[in-house]
């Protein structure tokens, strides 16, 4: 099988690579693997992201206040 090697790649991405691949249980080499596998080729057997893959690529717009509806106040709805 062919090899790859890529040089000169920022600290901080070769750390988030270390980090990612701690979390999964995996090696630095294999993570490398599997970031350019899914990138490239797409995911065996899945079409588009996940919900919960979705949700994550939401930005954050912080607490759920945003969300609150003032209480005590009405709107006319026609059925």
Same mark, same amino acid.
Do not use: C, W, Y
């Given at each position: 099988?062919?090899? =790859?090697?890529? &040089?000169?790649?920022? /600290?901080?991405?070769?750390?988030?690579?270390? %980090? @990612?691949?701690?979390? *999964?249980?995996?090696?630095?080499?294999?993570?490398?693997?599997?970031?350019?596998?899914?990138? =490239?080729?797409? &995911?065996?057997?899945? /079409?588009?992201?996940?919900?919960?893959?979705? %949700? @994550?690529?939401?930005? *954050?717009?912080?607490?759920?206040?945003?969300?609150?509806?003032?209480?005590?106040?009405?709107?006319?709805?026609?059925?």
């Amino acid at each position: 099988m062919p090899q =790859l090697i890529v &040089r000169n790649v920022e /600290e901080a991405i070769v750390r988030k690579l270390r %980090l @990612r691949a701690a979390e *999964d249980g995996v090696s630095m080499e294999e993570e490398h693997r599997r970031i350019l596998r899914e990138s =490239l080729l797409g &995911r065996p057997g899945k /079409e588009g992201l996940s919900f919960l893959e979705f %949700l @994550r690529t939401m930005p *954050d717009s912080g607490d759920d206040s945003v969300f609150e509806r003032p209480h005590g106040e009405f709107r006319d709805i026609d059925i």
